[in-house]
């Protein structure tokens, strides 16, 4: 399942989010709402990682899920 899959199911997404990224908040979440870019740029923000490792992982979520 893709980031733009997940728009739909958003909330129920929003846990396995903050499974794999704890550091993030409800408010990051919801700003970033079913966007790779914006959950990378708080990805980037919050755990001090380069913006292409960020969507690295990204991918690598969507990949497992």
């Given at each position: 399942m893709n980031l733009d899959q997940i728009e739909g199911?958003?909330?129920?997404i929003k846990g396995a989010l903050r499974q794999?990224?704890?550091?993030?908040?409800?408010?990051d979440l919801e700003f970033a709402r079913g966007s790779r870019e914006k959950l990378a740029g708080r990805?980037?923000?919050r755990?001090?990682?380069?913006?292409?490792?960020?969507?690295?992982?990204?991918?690598?979520?969507e990949a497992r899920h």
């Amino acid at each position: 399942m893709n980031l733009d899959q997940i728009e739909g199911k958003w909330t129920q997404i929003k846990g396995a989010l903050r499974q794999e990224w704890a550091k993030l908040t409800e408010d990051d979440l919801e700003f970033a709402r079913g966007s790779r870019e914006k959950l990378a740029g708080r990805i980037q923000e919050r755990y001090g990682v380069a913006r292409e490792d960020a969507l690295e992982q990204i991918q690598e979520w969507e990949a497992r899920h």
